[in-house]
């Protein structure tokens, strides 16, 4: 039947001068052949045909945060590779638009807005930092669109037209400091991050527990973005004497950071004081070196080195596709989610319309995901486990503990605001 | 916040704090060195220094690749040829954007700004081309890593002394270059007097190219030893620009002591700001005060008394 | 008293009526309102590029710190907007309903002192044009007074930018941090995110852009612009003359930012957000080079050439992302050494003499623009030419 359709479509195209009436008569016998008619799962004039779809993917591949997107963008075209390999969603191929928002929140906010209206594209897979899915928010509520927004974030959010992929903070914080506090028996904590709302609700998030557990907070403190002096700091810490460094500092100054705390002489193998980050994947190990960071925990939902055969078939079929020197973080894995929960919806619908397709989404469940089993909360985000890792010299972290059950996700955690 | 602690930790704190802010001195040195040569001897104002620094860091990047891959066993003292490379490098494409650029804008400071500017971004989206958009790790040998304990509490960061001692070493190799060399004294001459230099035969154009490319040339070396400290990426050279623009003109543009006075002054105020505020607002005070200061007396630190 | 005549050359009338039909008649007919809603927001950049033509082109001033009254304008306004939108029953479900999101999700219970008066749509609009003056003339004030100039004005007003980035990121309790203030829907009472609101307010940011042009015009025709471009030629004769040079430009400097800011302001109204990334260094460059593509000494120009690198930006990157920054590198760069009046210097020195020949009839030669004897640029047009001393 694909093939009678094919070549009727074929010879339209080859004589576009036939008379308005033929042309339209053979459309209606097409559409007539076709098993899912294009009207039929799109109401709503989304980039739909009869063999393919429209998707835009939308990140910094320029800028300062092209350093962290570019990990995102290759997992969400692989997805969208595997899907297509695999015939695709309701039987039409997944075309993407790739835009650029080049680190610039008004450009991402422009483009959301080029690829919702003017490319009238089914879902869009993209933003990174906060700062941007703020500024794209209002534009995916006004035009109605679908945004699959791949990072672990601060929370606070709760938008009919996103998919959090990643987690929000209390999934990745709460199991974390219960993990530290009870087998490193940690007593005491120092938060420090990058002066941004993420590592600031963070860290209050962070604050309200420790205190809550009985524990303390002996130092808080922030620096700019891009930062790369952090010798007084660790003398701050060197007096205080932390049971904990309980770091949240993003980019560029990660590296520094690192550095300097190894040459300072905190040896993070040691007993103590222990290093707990949720910012620092794979990505960003890289740029780090994994001798400066050997020893420290990191907690969040997915790491490359995971053991099981999802991940495995994920990792090698990642490395085929952009080269065997990549490495996979915790973002890249919930970016490559985003098409797959997007495939899984719209089935569920039969219809790739945004409000159907939203309908259908709480409950959606993958079986495949690289870090396991993932589920949709009625609230957006994902049912996930929160694992801790410990960072080898290698530059991969090693499973050292995960939690037993899926971490519900609680964007508007009571008591934490 | 003292009353906790006992008088040996305190005093080891302090002394640790002082050595911070030592570091950070030596860092600004290096940073800002290369930029008051070319700006305050060529009234350039060179706003891809960032970029030359992180072509540097490149250079380092490449070298301990190339070594840990094809010689092993020369890389517990490959960082030195890598800084020495790096000096090169950019002092060549240094020499290369003096001779292709810069040249025809001596009159038009405000310009060179301009296209200095321009050089950055081509450099950024070159290097992104280049090396990835994502940050390079560099591998450095064990010996630079890692701390020597004085007492329990007093560690010496090993790259912290070494990035020390290379900052006297090139403020020291300056000083002879530019006071006690030929070639210092007709660069001096030049920025005294242009046309009389060029009266009593020193050739101009010559003495601009090698300023400009020594210039750069410290550029690479900081950044190549920045790799100890901080992070090697496409756009990581332009964390540096204010700060480094800002120690120069708090100097006195034309006085390399200068800015070797306003390097310690502004990395003390701000090591001991960070010490007893969050980090910030150390930041904001530091710059504000700088720039207040620069309100009050706009010819920096040290003015030089020329009749001009 | 000035007649039309002495403040406008008949090439400056001409080219007021052919952008005036180019905003009002051709981009409009011809864009949808997605298109036309950019082209808005590249004209608010036209506001801070043509006071850099009056700063820097005829002043010699070199402010890189104009970002920061384009941010001010735009906070203003975007307070207002805000505060508007986070009513009680709109922000019920925060701990303390009625203050703006942000604040609540830093643990503010009340609104700050320094908020309080954006409830007054009178205040906002008074606010967005004397705030930023203020600051400039503090700056400025500080900084001329003491004879600072040239470069050291570019370097110190680029740390005042960076200095207010942090700020702003670091109180973000305050200010919305790096977000900046998102989510503006309604200007007493009215959707400024429907169509009808865009197309409205594109056309109040054209009358807007037309009304300063010609404000801008007047100010260069009178005794000040003269004086600006002799204090930019020879700042001591000036001097010498009797007149107090610091006051002149500190003038030319608020009159600047407040250009800037009003600029700031239509872009929050157009594009419904304000964030810290156009306060900071990058973004105060950008707008320098928009001023020099288009020629530093044209207030046209000025226009063009933002809508020229603005369209540039947008098309190539959406093409060939990783070639933009080269073309824009490559474009710096070329806008000094290759064609240092910009867009204009080309029209003035191809064009002009054409359009007065055809449509003014006039002899291609003699007072071919009429404001020849002003703009004479202190550089030569070829500077490739001129050998290295």
Redesign the interface.
């Given at each position: 039947m694909r093939r009678l359709k094919d070549l009727i479509e074929h010879r339209l195209s080859r004589r576009s001068v036939l008379t308005g009436t033929a042309a339209a008569a053979m459309l209606v016998t097409a559409g007539a052949i076709a098993p899912v008619h294009a009207d039929d799962v799109n109401t709503t004039g989304l980039a739909v045909t009869e063999d393919t779809v429209k998707v835009g993917i939308l990140h910094s591949v320029t800028g300062t945060m092209a350093i962290s997107e570019t990990g995102s963008v290759q997992a969400e075209k692989l997805a969208i590779e595997q899907i297509n390999a695999m015939g695709g969603v309701l039987g039409r191929k997944i075309e993407y638009i790739q835009e650029d928002g080049g680190s610039d929140w008004p450009t991402f906010a422009e483009k959301a807005k080029k690829l919702l209206v003017s490319d009238k594209v089914a879902a869009v897979f993209g933003c990174w930092t906060s700062a941007s899915r703020k500024a794209v928010l209002p534009v995916f509520e006004q035009y109605n669109g679908m945004l699959y927004y791949p990072t672990f974030y601060e929370g606070l959010e709760q938008s009919p037209n996103v998919i959090y992929t990643g987690q929000e903070a209390t999934q990745q914080i709460l199991a974390g400091i219960d993990w530290v506090a009870k087998e490193k028996g940690a007593k005491s904590f120092y938060l420090l991050g990058s002066d941004y709302i993420w590592p600031r609700t963070s860290n209050k998030i962070a604050r309200k527990h420790i205190e809550k557990l009985g524990m303390k907070v002996v130092g808080e403190e922030y620096y700019p973005l891009g930062h790369t002096q952090f010798n007084s700091v660790i003398n701050k810490i060197k007096l205080k004497k932390p049971d904990v460094i309980y770091a949240i500092v993003v980019g560029g100054s990660n590296v520094a950071f690192y550095k300097q705390l190894k040459a300072a002489g905190i040896d993070m193998t040691k007993e103590k004081p222990v290093l707990l980050t949720i910012s620092v994947t794979e990505d960003e190990i890289r740029g780090i070196g994994g001798e400066n960071i050997e020893g420290a925990y990191a907690a969040m939902k997915y790491f490359q080195s995971l053991d099981n055969e999802n991940n495995k078939e994920f990792v090698s079929a990642f490395k085929e596709m952009w080269g065997d020197e990549i490495v996979i973080g915790d973002v890249t894995q919930a970016a490559y989610l985003g098409p797959w929960l997007w495939k899984a919806a719209v089935e569920k619908a039969g219809s790739f319309d945004i409000d159907k397709v939203r309908l259908a989404s709480p409950g959606i469940e993958l079986t495949t995901a690289p870090e396991g089993y993932v589920r949709v909360h009625e609230n957006h985000h994902l049912w996930s486990k929160t694992r801790i890792g410990l960072a080898k010299p290698d530059g991969q972290y090693e499973l050292v503990y995960e939690t037993a059950d899926l971490m519900e996700p609680d964007p508007f955690p009571e008591g934490y605001q | 916040m003292f009353a906790d602690y006992s008088w040996t930790e305190l005093g080891s704190i302090f002394a640790m704090q002082g050595f911070a802010g030592l570091i950070l001195f030596s860092v600004f040195v290096l940073m800002a060195l290369g930029l008051a040569i070319i700006f305050g001897q060529m009234g350039v104002i060179n706003m891809a220094h960032g970029e030359f620094m992180i072509l540097g860091a490149y250079v380092t990047y490449l070298c301990s690749n190339f070594v840990e891959a094809f010689v092993p066993a020369l890389f517990g003292v490959y960082f030195f040829f890598a800084m020495i490379l790096a000096f090169f490098v950019a002092g060549a494409l240094g020499a290369l954007v003096e001779w292709s650029l810069i040249r025809h804008l001596y009159r038009r400071p405000l310009d060179t700004l301009l296209a200095t500017w321009g050089l950055s971004l081509i450099l950024q989206q070159a290097y992104r081309s280049i090396f990835g958009a994502r940050e390079v790790g560099v591998t450095l040998p064990d010996w630079l890593l890692g701390s020597v304990p004085l007492t329990d509490i007093i560690e010496i960061p090993i790259n912290g002394i070494f990035v020390m001692v290379l900052t006297l070493v090139i403020a020291i190799s300056v000083y002879f270059l530019m006071f006690r060399s030929r070639t210092g004294m007709q660069s001096r001459a030049v920025v005294q007097n242009r046309v009389m230099a060029g009266a009593v035969g020193i050739n101009t154009e010559k003495v601009d190219r090698m300023t400009f490319a020594l210039g750069c040339g410290i550029a690479g070396v900081a950044g190549s030893a920045f790799t100890m400290i901080g992070s090697t990426g496409p756009t990581a050279g332009q964390l540096y620009i204010v700060d480094t623009f800002l120690i120069v003109v708090f100097g006195g543009a034309a006085s390399l002591l200068g800015t070797i006075a306003s390097s310690f002054a502004i990395s003390q105020a701000q090591s001991t700001m960070e010490f007893f505020l969050s980090g910030s607002m150390a930041k904001v005070l530091t710059l504000l005060t700088v720039v207040g200061i620069l309100m009050l007396r706009p010819e920096g630190l040290f003015s030089a008394k020329i009749r001009r | 008293m000035i007649n039309l005549k002495s403040f406008m050359a008949r090439q400056d009338i001409l080219a007021l009526i052919i952008l005036a039909a180019l905003l009002f008649v051709v981009m409009p007919m011809s864009m949808d309102i997605?298109r036309l809603n950019?082209i808005g927001?590249y004209l608010t950049y036209a506001f801070v590029a043509i006071g850099l033509v009056l700063c820097?082109g005829k002043g010699g001033i070199?402010s890189?710190g104009q970002g920061v009254f384009f941010g001010l304008g735009g906070y203003c306004m975007a307070m207002y907007l805000k505060l508007e939108s986070s009513t009680p029953e709109a922000t019920a479900?925060q701990?303390t309903p009625g203050i703006p999101d942000?604040m609540?999700?830093?643990?503010i219970t009340e609104l700050p002192w320094f908020w309080e008066p954006f409830n007054s749509l009178t205040f906002t609009l008074v606010a967005i044009l004397v705030v930023p003056a203020l600051f400039a003339f503090i700056i400025g004030a500080?900084?001329f007074k003491?004879?600072?100039g040239?470069?050291?004005f570019?370097?110190?007003t680029?740390?005042?930018a960076?200095?207010l980035t942090?700020?702003i990121?670091?109180q973000?309790g305050y200010t919305g941090?790096?977000?900046?203030i998102?989510?503006l829907?309604t200007l007493k009472g009215w959707d400024i995110?429907s169509d009808d609101a865009k197309y409205f307010l594109y056309f109040l940011n054209g009358a807007l852009l037309l009304g300063v042009l010609v404000l801008c015009q007047f100010v260069l025709k009178s005794k000040l612009g003269r004086l600006l471009v002799a204090l930019r030629d020879k700042e001591d004769r000036v001097r010498f003359s009797g007149y107090d040079v610091a006051n002149f430009k500190i003038f030319v400097f608020c009159f600047a930012a407040v250009l800037s800011a009003i600029g700031g302001a239509m872009f929050t109204l157009q594009?419904?957000?304000m964030?810290p990334?156009?306060v900071g260094?990058?973004p105060s460059?950008e707008m320098?080079?928009f001023c020099?593509v288009g020629g530093r000494l044209s207030i046209f120009g000025a226009v063009y050439g933002t809508l020229l690198v603005n369209w540039a930006k947008?098309t190539f990157?959406?093409t060939f992302?990783?070639l933009?920054?080269?073309g824009?590198?490559?474009?710096?760069?070329a806008?000094?050494?290759v064609f240092?009046n910009g867009l204009s210097g080309l029209y003035r020195s191809y064009l002009a003499p054409h359009v007065d020949r055809w449509i003014f009839r006039k002899p291609p030669e003699g007072g071919s623009t009429g404001t020849g004897a002003i703009d004479t640029p202190a550089?030569e047009p070829d500077?490739?030419a001129?050998p290295?001393?």
């Amino acid at each position: 039947m694909r093939r009678l359709k094919d070549l009727i479509e074929h010879r339209l195209s080859r004589r576009s001068v036939l008379t308005g009436t033929a042309a339209a008569a053979m459309l209606v016998t097409a559409g007539a052949i076709a098993p899912v008619h294009a009207d039929d799962v799109n109401t709503t004039g989304l980039a739909v045909t009869e063999d393919t779809v429209k998707v835009g993917i939308l990140h910094s591949v320029t800028g300062t945060m092209a350093i962290s997107e570019t990990g995102s963008v290759q997992a969400e075209k692989l997805a969208i590779e595997q899907i297509n390999a695999m015939g695709g969603v309701l039987g039409r191929k997944i075309e993407y638009i790739q835009e650029d928002g080049g680190s610039d929140w008004p450009t991402f906010a422009e483009k959301a807005k080029k690829l919702l209206v003017s490319d009238k594209v089914a879902a869009v897979f993209g933003c990174w930092t906060s700062a941007s899915r703020k500024a794209v928010l209002p534009v995916f509520e006004q035009y109605n669109g679908m945004l699959y927004y791949p990072t672990f974030y601060e929370g606070l959010e709760q938008s009919p037209n996103v998919i959090y992929t990643g987690q929000e903070a209390t999934q990745q914080i709460l199991a974390g400091i219960d993990w530290v506090a009870k087998e490193k028996g940690a007593k005491s904590f120092y938060l420090l991050g990058s002066d941004y709302i993420w590592p600031r609700t963070s860290n209050k998030i962070a604050r309200k527990h420790i205190e809550k557990l009985g524990m303390k907070v002996v130092g808080e403190e922030y620096y700019p973005l891009g930062h790369t002096q952090f010798n007084s700091v660790i003398n701050k810490i060197k007096l205080k004497k932390p049971d904990v460094i309980y770091a949240i500092v993003v980019g560029g100054s990660n590296v520094a950071f690192y550095k300097q705390l190894k040459a300072a002489g905190i040896d993070m193998t040691k007993e103590k004081p222990v290093l707990l980050t949720i910012s620092v994947t794979e990505d960003e190990i890289r740029g780090i070196g994994g001798e400066n960071i050997e020893g420290a925990y990191a907690a969040m939902k997915y790491f490359q080195s995971l053991d099981n055969e999802n991940n495995k078939e994920f990792v090698s079929a990642f490395k085929e596709m952009w080269g065997d020197e990549i490495v996979i973080g915790d973002v890249t894995q919930a970016a490559y989610l985003g098409p797959w929960l997007w495939k899984a919806a719209v089935e569920k619908a039969g219809s790739f319309d945004i409000d159907k397709v939203r309908l259908a989404s709480p409950g959606i469940e993958l079986t495949t995901a690289p870090e396991g089993y993932v589920r949709v909360h009625e609230n957006h985000h994902l049912w996930s486990k929160t694992r801790i890792g410990l960072a080898k010299p290698d530059g991969q972290y090693e499973l050292v503990y995960e939690t037993a059950d899926l971490m519900e996700p609680d964007p508007f955690p009571e008591g934490y605001q | 916040m003292f009353a906790d602690y006992s008088w040996t930790e305190l005093g080891s704190i302090f002394a640790m704090q002082g050595f911070a802010g030592l570091i950070l001195f030596s860092v600004f040195v290096l940073m800002a060195l290369g930029l008051a040569i070319i700006f305050g001897q060529m009234g350039v104002i060179n706003m891809a220094h960032g970029e030359f620094m992180i072509l540097g860091a490149y250079v380092t990047y490449l070298c301990s690749n190339f070594v840990e891959a094809f010689v092993p066993a020369l890389f517990g003292v490959y960082f030195f040829f890598a800084m020495i490379l790096a000096f090169f490098v950019a002092g060549a494409l240094g020499a290369l954007v003096e001779w292709s650029l810069i040249r025809h804008l001596y009159r038009r400071p405000l310009d060179t700004l301009l296209a200095t500017w321009g050089l950055s971004l081509i450099l950024q989206q070159a290097y992104r081309s280049i090396f990835g958009a994502r940050e390079v790790g560099v591998t450095l040998p064990d010996w630079l890593l890692g701390s020597v304990p004085l007492t329990d509490i007093i560690e010496i960061p090993i790259n912290g002394i070494f990035v020390m001692v290379l900052t006297l070493v090139i403020a020291i190799s300056v000083y002879f270059l530019m006071f006690r060399s030929r070639t210092g004294m007709q660069s001096r001459a030049v920025v005294q007097n242009r046309v009389m230099a060029g009266a009593v035969g020193i050739n101009t154009e010559k003495v601009d190219r090698m300023t400009f490319a020594l210039g750069c040339g410290i550029a690479g070396v900081a950044g190549s030893a920045f790799t100890m400290i901080g992070s090697t990426g496409p756009t990581a050279g332009q964390l540096y620009i204010v700060d480094t623009f800002l120690i120069v003109v708090f100097g006195g543009a034309a006085s390399l002591l200068g800015t070797i006075a306003s390097s310690f002054a502004i990395s003390q105020a701000q090591s001991t700001m960070e010490f007893f505020l969050s980090g910030s607002m150390a930041k904001v005070l530091t710059l504000l005060t700088v720039v207040g200061i620069l309100m009050l007396r706009p010819e920096g630190l040290f003015s030089a008394k020329i009749r001009r | 008293m000035i007649n039309l005549k002495s403040f406008m050359a008949r090439q400056d009338i001409l080219a007021l009526i052919i952008l005036a039909a180019l905003l009002f008649v051709v981009m409009p007919m011809s864009m949808d309102i997605f298109r036309l809603n950019l082209i808005g927001k590249y004209l608010t950049y036209a506001f801070v590029a043509i006071g850099l033509v009056l700063c820097w082109g005829k002043g010699g001033i070199l402010s890189l710190g104009q970002g920061v009254f384009f941010g001010l304008g735009g906070y203003c306004m975007a307070m207002y907007l805000k505060l508007e939108s986070s009513t009680p029953e709109a922000t019920a479900i925060q701990s303390t309903p009625g203050i703006p999101d942000f604040m609540d999700w830093n643990q503010i219970t009340e609104l700050p002192w320094f908020w309080e008066p954006f409830n007054s749509l009178t205040f906002t609009l008074v606010a967005i044009l004397v705030v930023p003056a203020l600051f400039a003339f503090i700056i400025g004030a500080a900084m001329f007074k003491r004879r600072v100039g040239g470069v050291y004005f570019a370097i110190i007003t680029q740390a005042i930018a960076a200095i207010l980035t942090i700020l702003i990121i670091g109180q973000q309790g305050y200010t919305g941090g790096v977000n900046g203030i998102t989510d503006l829907r309604t200007l007493k009472g009215w959707d400024i995110r429907s169509d009808d609101a865009k197309y409205f307010l594109y056309f109040l940011n054209g009358a807007l852009l037309l009304g300063v042009l010609v404000l801008c015009q007047f100010v260069l025709k009178s005794k000040l612009g003269r004086l600006l471009v002799a204090l930019r030629d020879k700042e001591d004769r000036v001097r010498f003359s009797g007149y107090d040079v610091a006051n002149f430009k500190i003038f030319v400097f608020c009159f600047a930012a407040v250009l800037s800011a009003i600029g700031g302001a239509m872009f929050t109204l157009q594009v419904g957000f304000m964030s810290p990334s156009f306060v900071g260094i990058v973004p105060s460059i950008e707008m320098v080079i928009f001023c020099a593509v288009g020629g530093r000494l044209s207030i046209f120009g000025a226009v063009y050439g933002t809508l020229l690198v603005n369209w540039a930006k947008t098309t190539f990157s959406e093409t060939f992302p990783e070639l933009w920054l080269f073309g824009l590198g490559a474009l710096f760069i070329a806008v000094v050494l290759v064609f240092p009046n910009g867009l204009s210097g080309l029209y003035r020195s191809y064009l002009a003499p054409h359009v007065d020949r055809w449509i003014f009839r006039k002899p291609p030669e003699g007072g071919s623009t009429g404001t020849g004897a002003i703009d004479t640029p202190a550089f030569e047009p070829d500077p490739a030419a001129r050998p290295a001393e």
